[in-house]
Nanobody, 122 residues
Framework: VQLQAFGGGLAQIGGFLRLSCVAS????????MGWFRRAPGKEREFVSAVTWSGGSPYYADSVKGRFAISRDNAKNTVDLQMNSLKPQDTAVYYC????????????????WGKGTLVTVSS
């Protein structure tokens, strides 16, 4: 099982980045997918999640209206489009897979990627 996230980097305040996560080693269609992040000195927090079908995505209040999650089951990928970036979005972003569901709780997820660093600065 492997989840590989990429697309992180340095962005300006108000800018955008698109993160992608490629999954392998499990049947992607059976899993809900989530994005989480861990900012320096803080605990890991939920960002966004989407069910196996791609319907009913949901978001943390802190990113609602700025971030958009999407998945492509044919390519085994889940993306996170991040717009209007703020310094508080600086964190390591992780994608994760949960069998059957797509919850807000990281403890519910079965597989995790290694993360990609996003830095938002002026």
């Amino acid at each position: 099982v492997q989840l590989q996230a990429f697309g992180g980097g340095l962005a300006q305040i108000g800018g955008f980045l698109r993160l992608s996560c490629v999954a392998s080693g499990f049947f992607f269609d059976d899993y809900g997918m989530g994005w989480f992040r861990r900012a320096p000195g803080k605990e890991r927090e939920f960002v966004s999640a989407v069910t196996w079908s791609g319907g009913s995505p949901y978001y943390a209040d802190s990113v609602k209206g700025r971030f958009a999650i999407s998945r492509d089951n044919a390519k085994n990928t889940v993306d996170l489009q991040m717009n209007s970036l703020k310094p508080q979005d600086t964190a390591v972003y992780y994608c994760a897979a949960q069998k059957g569901l797509a919850s807000r709780s990281p403890q519910d997820y079965d597989h995790w990627g290694k993360g990609t660093l996003v830095t938002v600065s002026s």
